[in-house]
């Protein structure tokens, strides 16, 4: 049987419907995501997520790895649910962690394995100095 998990946002007005896709042996579970009627066709994420207070953002981990041997890759997504648009930071050997927005800041963790033990590293990101936005494709 799949496994499904809701993240509703703060007002109630989206849902993030996250359907298993698979599990890391001995490690986390990945999932197919899906918001309102958006869908991240053949991308995969971690269950982990931050929303913004106006329900507009969402901050995902995006995974492109799930070779246990090579390792966690993941990368920070946020998506602009109002404008259809995603801004993705740089895949890492790691976890990135979705912390939680206040107004247009955005904090997250990378927890980092590239030196081969976990280094946590706390960022905040400002939405209004992103540039790199692109258009969701969707099928």
Known sequence: MTKEMISKSPNQ????K??????????????YLSIDSLSFYKRIFGHR????DDDRFIALQAWHN?????GPRTSLVIVD???TLEAGFTMFHGYA?????S????????????TGSCMKIEKETDLE???????????
């Open 49 to 52: 997520v931050a929303w913004s």
């Open 97 to 101: 962690m979705p912390i939680s927005f």
């Open 81 to 83: 649910l109002e404008n």
């Open 18 to 31: 996250f359907s298993e896709a698979g599990e890391i042996r001995f490690g986390p579970g990945y999932f």
């Open 13 to 16: 007005k989206r849902t993030a």
């Open 66 to 70: 799930i070779e246990e041997s090579l």
């Open 129 to 139: 100095l992103i540039d790199w936005w692109k258009k969701i494709a969707q099928p």
């Open 103 to 114: 107004r247009h800041i955005l904090r997250h963790d990378d927890l980092n394995w590239s």
